[in-house]
């Protein structure tokens, strides 16, 4: 069983303490610490955030007032004047961080290449110029549809440095998703490549902005900068398409960074809800700085001489601020790897690891159990004793896999960190320190300092010892989201209404389930919404019924997530055909094929079956825990009594 079942976690009692030496050398060194830095930070949040605010980053101008919080809404370090740019390159270059590596990149074709902070700082100003020379100014959105490679973080805080907010699109999306996001955000600009390596194979992105902007498909695209990567042939439209190398030559290197507003926007990162339309996720730069520096800073005990490795994408949360950001501001060096195991070569991972003396290596649970299937020949047969830390995050970690991962490639001698965020809390919220916090396997353990995280009943009352309840936050943090672009309804709506305040506190909902046990430590369960958790990517069921009820066979479609060995869940379809259709294998090809169009591979439907009726309450809403247990090879026990036709079940049992 993948998933961390009720049992598995309940019947989970094992403590793993820091081992001495590390918490020794570590800048928290103990649980009193952090125990006393928590008490200190839950007191006062703002005066705590104040001060490591003022201490840790640089501010053109420093703020008035703290936090203004009138909820939803909250504002941090309002009237400051700051640039993350500044504070991730300009910052390190006045001290011998000048000619440290920030970026060590390597190509999945085994090409590589490392810059300094003097050479990041140069590109990302020259690339900034480009998009001054290409029309973009201050407030204007910025399209990235980018392979793993650095000008994609190049680009990111070239917008930073100018503050046109990004929009970053994962490369895996489909010209349907990476349109309606352009769309959705007027990006004047989109920056791509001309494809990039996967498994041995050429994303041909390019040619999907093209199929994006194709009839005018997003009409506030004026520009598109094209890397050159994997050198295959595209077509350039003259007049709004231009080479990258053509124009950097020319680009003057001196571009100071533009002194932002504290709230201005930084970015929008697109995450699925439970509606069909993906929300824009707004982050400002103050606060997500802050918070992305602190947490990156403390959770992975960063030292100098680390080499930190986070195997996302910069094309989710986690690449924004633990790939850039958090990692850049701390003047860390960071590792981006373009590729990803594949039958040519299973363990490249470690290969990297090898190469470069990784210190820090952060990935999902999604993956090592993918390590595990692939065998640990591979990394056996690797030297990983650089390795000082691991870290995990995107779903719940099953505690076998996090045995794994301690003996295996952590050698027995690594803390494992599980963080517990999400991409719209900006950075880690529950997480734990390690030199300082006894894990748990499967347990995210306790909240950074400042963050008051309760597990709350249906009216907002916590819940006591070991019983399940709703993760909510207490108190506002500084890298929280601030809106859901051009919808602050659908953002009071979703996040702050679902739970009613209490005792006049609004409480965040973040949508998961989790509980505390007799140490206080938080065991978050998964998803309580129709939002699904394939390979630790998001993706409401909506989305996938939406995708899939667009093609003229599909009458009706029901999406729930199936448990999966390697992926945690899969995505399983039920769906009823327009009369004149009739089920067989090659429309169920069809229907995957067309959900890949639609969205994008992550979300292929793992199984689809066709039914003629779907189970649905009187008002008539699909009862997905029905599917759910029938998508789960199990006999659905619980109540039926708001089905409104009963034979339905039958129907779906005996059909396949
Ligand atoms: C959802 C957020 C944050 C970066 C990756 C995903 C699940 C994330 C954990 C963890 C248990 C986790 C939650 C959350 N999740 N990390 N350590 N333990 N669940 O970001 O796409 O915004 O998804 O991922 O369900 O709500 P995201």
């Given at each position: ?82 640039n993350?740019s ?42 900034a ?7 973009v100014k201050k407030g204007d ?18 917008c930073a440095r100018i503050g046109a907010p ?91 960074a533009e002194p932002m507003d504290?709230?201005d926007m930084l ?18 730069t ?371």
């Amino acid at each position: 069983m993948s998933q961390p079942t009720i049992e598995s976690i309940l019947s989970e009692n094992r403590v793993f303490p820091p081992p001495a030496e590390f918490a020794q050398n570590a800048s928290i060194k103990s649980l009193e610490e952090y125990q006393q830095l928590y008490e200190r930070a839950k007191a006062d949040p703002a005066a705590f955030w104040a001060e490591l605010a003022e201490k840790e980053l640089h501010w053109f101008q420093k703020w008035d007032t703290v936090l203004d919080w009138k909820p939803p809404f909250a504002q941090w370090f309002v009237g400051g004047k700051i640039n993350i740019s500044y504070n991730c390159l300009d910052r390190h270059l006045t001290t011998w961080r000048k000619n440290k590596a920030a970026l060590i990149w390597e190509g999945e074709p085994g090409d590589s290449r490392t810059l300094t902070y003097a050479q990041l700082h140069r590109e990302v100003c020259q690339m900034a110029n480009v998009f001054k020379q290409l029309g973009v100014k201050k407030g204007d959105r910025v399209g990235i549809y980018m392979p793993m490679i650095p000008e994609a973080a190049i680009a990111m805080l070239a917008c930073a440095r100018i503050g046109a907010p990004h929009s970053v699109v994962f490369g895996g999306f489909s010209a349907e998703a990476l349109k309606a996001r352009l769309v959705d955000a007027e990006a004047k600009l989109v920056v791509t490549a001309d494809g990039g390596w996967r498994k041995d194979k050429i994303v041909p992105l390019k040619d999907a902005v093209d199929a994006a902007l194709e009839d005018n498909g997003a009409p506030s695209v004026e520009n598109v900068l094209v890397v050159k990567r994997t050198e295959q042939k595209i077509s350039m439209e003259s007049g709004r398409d231009h080479w990258w190398h053509d124009l950097q030559p020319n680009a003057s290197a001196d571009c100071p960074a533009e002194p932002m507003d504290s709230e201005d926007m930084l970015f929008i990162l697109y995450t699925s809800g439970t509606t069909g339309k993906p929300k824009g996720v707004v982050h400002t730069t103050g606060g997500y700085n802050l918070y992305t520096h602190m947490t990156t800073q403390w959770t992975f005990d960063l030292k100098d001489t680390d080499v930190y490795w986070c195997t996302a994408d910069v094309g989710w949360i986690t690449g924004h601020s633990y790939i850039v950001y958090g990692p850049l501001s701390n003047g860390a060096t960071s590792l981006m790897y373009e590729g990803a195991p594949r039958p040519s070569n299973p363990g490249c991972l470690w290969d990297v690891v090898e190469k470069y003396g990784v210190t820090i290596f952060y990935t999902a649970p999604t993956a090592i159990r993918a390590f595990i299937k692939m065998g640990e020949h591979h990394p056996n047969a690797r030297n990983l004793s650089s390795l000082r830390i691991l870290g995990t995050v995107g779903e719940p970690i099953n505690p076998e896999a996090w045995m794994w991962y301690h003996k295996v490639i952590g050698g027995e001698r690594c803390p494992i960190v599980d963080t517990w965020w999400q991409t719209e809390t900006g950075g880690f919220m529950l997480t734990p320190l390690p030199g300082a916090t006894p894990t748990k396997p499967g347990s995210a353990t306790f909240p950074f300092p400042g963050i008051l995280a309760e597990i709350v009943d249906a009216e907002g009352n916590p819940v006591g010892e070991n019983s399940g309840g709703y993760l909510v936050i207490q108190h506002p943090w500084p890298s929280m989201m601030r809106t859901v672009y051009g919808d602050d309804e659908r953002f009071r709506r979703t996040y702050w209404e679902h739970i009613p305040p209490k005792d006049g506190k609004y409480l965040y909902f973040a949508g998961d389930g989790a509980r505390k046990d007799k140490d206080g430590y938080f065991w978050v369960m998964g998803r309580v919404d129709d939002v699904m958790n394939i390979s630790g990517h998001r993706l409401g069921t909506m989305e996938v019924e939406s995708a899939l009820v667009s093609h003229p066979a599909v009458a009706e479609a029901a999406v729930v997530g199936k448990p999966d060995e390697v992926k945690g869940e899969d995505v399983f379809a039920f769906v009823t055909l327009e009369g004149e259709y009739e089920g067989s294998e090659t429309l169920v090809r069809e229907l995957k094929q067309h959900v890949v169009q639609e969205i994008g591979a992550i979300a292929r439907p793992g199984e689809i079956r066709f039914t003629d009726a779907l189970p649905k309450t009187r008002s008539g809403k699909i009862i997905r825990r029905v599917l759910r247990s029938l998508a789960a090879g199990q006999e659905f026990a619980g109540d039926t009594s708001t089905l409104e036709d009963r034979s339905v079940l039958d129907k779906l049992r005996g059909s396949s």
